[in-house]
């Protein structure tokens, strides 16, 4: 029997039961542990709603067919296959970014976390990987599809620079859109607020994004993405990397 | 305010000996809340969602299995909560306050949903038994006087009823809200 009376619970914390820390070590080992908690449950309430990823994904696929009857092409290339590949994926993110932190504000996991005893930062990191591993997963549905569905010039050539770029604007999107989901989500108006808020932040992400990936998806390409577009990616992370590490804790708190 | 979760506006105030908020940081993990709201995701299993909190307060998994005896649910343990009836769904709530051993409960109608049966299994961990210091919110003048050392009445926002409990009645408080 565990219900227990005030001599029970006396004894469990000197026996170390309730008292005993289940990650004891450092704070930043201690961070992480909270971090793998939080990414955990993140991943198990995508995964049992199915809510985020699979809307995504199917707006994407959806969105090229759209393309291909609008455009009335059935081959595009450089440029315009970049362009139509990077608003594509940015739109489609949206819809996770909006619906990032809905189950905290509507079930009190934000509260829940402040009561605990744990760094803020921690849910910044764990929602942007959550957002990370969403991203990867609508761009291993999209990708492909794009390439059957749209693109002229065949995907192999410049897939290994293409995953390149991709994993730096997915960089972006993560922190810029965990950043904006945990302003707009409680507010009355979030799912106006957060791409409101997210889109004009993510631009530079769509500019940098599509001229890297443009070489690598024209015809005859030789699957060598423009360094400089690289570098702005990578230094734009960076930024809004720090900006949401630095903004975080005052988004929660306040 | 009193669980951190809220800045005041104006005036001092502290908790655990702790001014808010400039240390909330000292307090937290010390306070248990037990409000309106369960504080547990639908979607996760009773089991699941104790042990994600389990993991936030830096506290072993024996814990979680020794309150979900306590409060009788180990059975539908693996079950969403979004499954569970109401009262079951406060006894998981139950456990998730006192999952850290907190010195502080704050409780907001703590036995709302649940059957007497409930509330005798759920009295060891949030009742007067319990030994800790509690603050309970609380409709019903009765059955909140019963277990209160002190007693404040609250009108308007502002305290109209500060004593003793012994030295109030039901009615007085009843007169309070009329």
């Known amino acids: ?254 | 305010m009193l669980a951190t979760l809220l800045r005041p506006h104006a005036g001092d105030v502290r908790v655990l000996g702790s001014s808010i908020p400039e240390q909330s940081w000292q307090v937290r993990g010390r306070i248990g809340l037990l409000g309106h709201e369960p504080l547990l995701y639908r979607e996760l299993s009773a089991r699941e969602n104790l042990r994600f909190h389990a993991r936030l307060h830096d506290v072993a998994d024996e814990r979680v299995e020794e309150l979900l005896v306590g409060v009788q649910l180990e059975h539908r343990a693996d079950e969403p909560l979004r499954s569970l009836s109401r009262g079951m769904v406060q006894r998981a709530a139950v456990a998730r306050a006192v999952l850290h051993d907190p010195e502080l409960l704050l409780l907001d109608e703590p036995r709302s949903n649940l059957d007497p049966a409930a509330v005798e299994l759920v009295d060891p961990l949030i009742g007067a038994i319990s030994g800790r210091t509690r603050v309970i919110c609380s409709h019903d003048p009765g059955g909140g006087l019963a277990e209160a050392d002190v007693v404040l009445g609250l009108r308007d926002g502002r305290a109209a009823l500060l004593r003793a409990a012994a030295d109030v009645s039901a009615d007085e408080i009843g007169e309070l809200y009329r």
Not at chain 1, 108 to 116: E, P, Q, R, V, W
Not at chain 1, 213 to 222: D, E, H, R, V
Request: aromatic share 8%; hydrophobic share 60%; net charge neutral.
């Open chain 1, 1 to 254: 029997m565990s219900a227990a009376a005030p001599e029970t619970r006396t004894a469990n914390a000197a026996e170390g039961v309730a008292g005993t820390p289940a990650a004891a070590g450092t704070p930043r080992r201690r961070t992480f542990a909270v971090v793998r908690a939080l990414l955990r449950k993140e991943l198990l309430v995508e995964l049992r709603t199915l809510e985020s990823v699979p809307a995504m994904s199917l707006f994407a696929v959806t969105t090229f067919v759209v393309f291909h009857f609008a455009l009335n092409r059935n081959t595009v290339d450089g440029d315009l296959a970049a362009g139509i590949l990077w608003v594509t994926l940015l739109f489609a993110a949206m819809l996770g970014v909006n619906r990032l932190f809905v189950a905290d504000a509507d079930q009190g996991g934000f509260d829940a976390f402040l009561l605990a005893p744990v760094e803020r930062s921690a849910m910044l990191f764990a929602k942007a990987l959550a957002l990370l591993c969403y991203l990867v997963v609508l761009e291993l549905v999209a990708v492909p599809a794009f390439g059957l569905l749209l693109l002229g010039p065949s995907l192999w050539h410049g897939l290994p620079a293409l995953v390149g770029v991709l994993a730096l604007g997915d960089l972006g999107v993560a922190a810029i859109g965990t950043l904006v989901a945990a302003l707009a989500v409680r507010t009355r108006a979030r799912d106006l607020l957060g791409p409101l808020l997210a889109l004009p932040l993510l631009v530079p992400i769509v500019i940098g994004g599509a001229r890297a990936s443009s070489p690598l998806l024209a015809l005859g390409s030789q699957g060598e993405p423009a360094a400089r577009w690289l570098l702005t990616l990578g230094l734009y992370d960076l930024v809004f990397g720090l900006i949401a590490f630095a903004l975080f804790d005052f988004l929660l708190e306040d």
